[in-house]
């Protein structure tokens, strides 16, 4: 099994990286990618904790990208993580994240007890920010039940204390990956149907640029989103991946729900240039 979209406690994940790969060998994986949201810190305590287990790790990110009003996350592996534009980007959209996190603390706090000090304590030092940490604050408080229960209240874009944060446009993104020697995949690209898939000719661009695939097999995409998915990846002759999107507790994703095939593994380990898959 090869599950392509985990993430730790760099970003939103509620389990270490020693932890996520102990959890994927006791799920019986064969490979995982860890892809934390907008950094690479989880990268070596990952292969660490991997070593002798007969795991092997792909070295991973998921990038916040943004289209117009809409949120976007590209998948990306075996990129060089010390690459100038990499570093410089994710660095970028982690500063914003965290500017943007304290400035949704600050509207709840007017309405709710909460203190940016609440958030923190959600987090370990140096992890991507964002509002998964901010709703288990929600929850340590008292005001929701859940991580789930504090994005459909509180969090929730129409309940007013929604922001967005800086995130480059995809095509910047997919080129930013590619120039880095790494392999873009669109995550969970039809979340909300088939009417809502980024539109043909935005794709063709980011073909043009080197998107690699679709994540295809996801549990947030649609069914009618999934047959348009499909119809691209043939017209586009893009890979289809499958994965889980694990985040530990913060969500109910399980370990290897969906799955790659290992012959689409194969080609993006081959078209992977910036770093190495890690086989222990
Ligand atoms: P942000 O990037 O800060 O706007 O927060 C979005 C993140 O929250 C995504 O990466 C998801 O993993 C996570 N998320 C979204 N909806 C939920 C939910 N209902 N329960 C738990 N986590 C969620
Ligand atoms: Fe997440
Ligand atoms: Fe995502
Ligand atoms: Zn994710």
Redesign the pocket.
């Known amino acids: 099994m090869i599950d392509l979209h985990t ?1 730790s406690s760099v ?2 994940g509620t389990e270490t990286p020693a932890q996520l790969v102990r959890a994927a060998v006791a799920a019986g994986l064969g490979t995982i990618a860890i892809t934390d ?1 907008d950094s690479t810190a989880g990268w070596q305590g990952a292969c660490v904790a991997a070593a002798g287990t007969g795991l092997t790790v792909i070295p991973g990110m998921e990038l916040s990208t943004r289209h117009g009003w809409r949120s976007v996350h590209l998948l990306a592996y075996l990129f060089n993580p010390l690459d100038g534009g990499i570093i410089a980007e994710t660095g970028r959209i982690r500063d914003a994240r965290l500017t943007r996190a304290e400035s949704i603390v600050q509207r709840i706090s007017a309405d709710y007890d909460l203190e940016w000090g609440d958030v923190l304590a959600q987090t370990t030092e140096g992890a991507t920010v ?1 509002r ?1 940490h901010i709703a288990d604050a929600l929850v340590a408080k008292g005001h929701v039940a859940n991580r789930s229960a504090a994005f459909e209240s509180i969090l929730h874009p129409r309940n007013g204390y929604f922001e967005p944060h800086y995130a480059p446009d995809p095509l910047e993104a997919v080129r930013l990956v590619v120039a880095a020697g790494g392999v873009p995949v669109l995550a969970h690209p039809a979340t909300r149907g088939r009417d809502n898939v980024i539109p043909e000719n935005k794709i063709a661009l980011l073909v043009e640029a080197g998107l690699f695939g679709l994540e295809i097999h996801h549990r947030d995409n649609t069914e009618s989103g999934k047959e348009r998915l499909f119809e691209l990846a043939r017209e586009f002759d893009l890979a289809i991946t499958g994965s889980s999107d694990y ?1 530990g507790e913060g969500k109910p994703n399980r370990l290897g729900e969906n799955s790659t095939e290992p012959d689409v593994l194969e080609r993006i380990i081959d078209a992977g240039t910036g770093t190495t898959p890690f086989r222990s």
């Open positions: 993430h970003s939103d949201h964002g998964p985040h």
